[in-house]
Structures are given as C-alpha cells and as structure tokens.
C-alpha cells in the first residue's frame, strides 16, 4: 500500500508519497522512495504498486533520445505495458493492477499537467481503461481515501487549495492515511515540486517506524523533520 496525494495550484504541482516498503503482515521491511525523476525536463513519475516499476520508467527515458514531457507521455504506455509483467514476474507477485501518476510540463500546451495511468481494469467502470493515460483536472488528489475517523483522529481539515501548506495539511492527511491502513503506510513523507523550471524533492515529515515492527499509527505526528 501506497499513499500519494497531488496537489495542483497556479504556477506548482506538489507531489506526495509515504516511503515504507511493506508486506503488511511483518511491520515495514525497508524504506524506498515511491517517486523517480527527471527534474531537468522535467517529469516526475509516481507509483503506487511495485515501486521499482517508477524508477525503470524514468531510467529507459533517460537513454532515449527524445526529451520532453510531451514525447514522454507518448512512451509511457507502452512502457509500462512492457514492464509490469516482468516487475511482478521477478517479485513472484500476481500481476496486480498499479496506480502510475505522470506529473510535468507540457511545452505543446504551456502547462503543467498530472495525468493517471492504471495498469488493470480496476477502474474501467469509470472510463479509465488499462494504460490508458487520464489527464487529472481535480487540483487535489488523495490515493487512498482515509476514513472519516481516520481524519478526525489526525485532526486535517481540508483548506482550499491556494491555502494547502504540505507539513501542516499534508502531513495530517498522509497521517489519516495511515490510520486507515495501518502496517501499510509510514516510513516518512516526500514532497516533490515540480514546477516549470524544474523539481525539488525534500523530506518533510519522519514517523517513529522501525524496521521488522509493529506500526504504531497513534505516534503518527512526533517526530516532524525538514530537510
């Protein structure tokens, strides 16, 4: 299980994702890192699935010899298409269906866009076909939807979204996430920018997880850390 939440807003698209690895029954078996990037172009790629899938996404881009968010919105269905299988093939994983989210700026249209991409029919009932790409016009994106207790006990209220500050509201939302999910969100919490000219990436939020334990939700807001 994953967490992502995008956050889009005039001149900025932020980016968010926990960073447990996790089978779910054992507590967390390490910290990855669920988005790659090229921040030059730039393109952002996040996952919620196999995070490996991110990273070779962005690592075959990388070698092409077109550049672009535009010519890499054109590869990346098929990409994916290509690596899914072999990803879940190499972890001995069923073919799950994945969650990809593309996040970056369009030189043909002069914008910043964030399109989703499954790679099953889990939500073809909503139009979304497998590797299809979706372009995403609501300015805030929440994968998983925390329960209403959840968000309650996390203490988030939503603001709108010109007023949205990542380590305050972000982190209450990553943390009403991990409340709905326990054992399967945590480690700590990326924040990427992207914005015309580039991406940054920092770690705004750590929780008190421990390689190999239980999950403790309840600790979920010690521990804040800007880097």
Known sequence: MTAINIIQRSGE???????????GRDGPSRYVTKMAMLPHIPVLVAVRGHVSIAHLIIGRFAVEKTNGFD?????????ARE??????????????????????????????????????????????EAYTLHLED?????SPQPSEEAITAARFVCPTVKK??????????????????????GG??????VTREGISSR?????PDEIGKRLAPEASLEGMVGA
Do not use: N
Request: charged content about 20%; hydrophobic content about 40%; overall charge negative.
């Open 138 to 142: 609501e300015p805030m994106a929440a």
């Open 83 to 128: 690596i899914t299988p072999q990803v879940c093939t190499h972890f001995g994983t069923p073919d799950i269906p994945h969650e990809v989210y593309a996040v970056g700026f369009s030189e043909s249209r002069g914008r910043l866009e964030s399109h989703f991409m499954a790679t099953g029919d889990v939500y073809a009932h909503r139009g979304r």
């Open 164 to 185: 949205f500050d990542a380590t305050d509201h972000g982190v209450k939302l990553m943390d009403a996430q991990r409340r709905t999910y326990p054992d399967m969100i």
């Open 13 to 23: 698209i932020l980016v968010m994702a926990d960073g447990l690895g996790s089978d």
């Open 203 to 207: 770690i705004i939020h750590r929780w």
């Open 188 to 193: 700590f919490v990326q924040l990427a920018r």
């Open 71 to 79: 010519a890499f919105l054109e590869f990346l269905p098929g990409l």
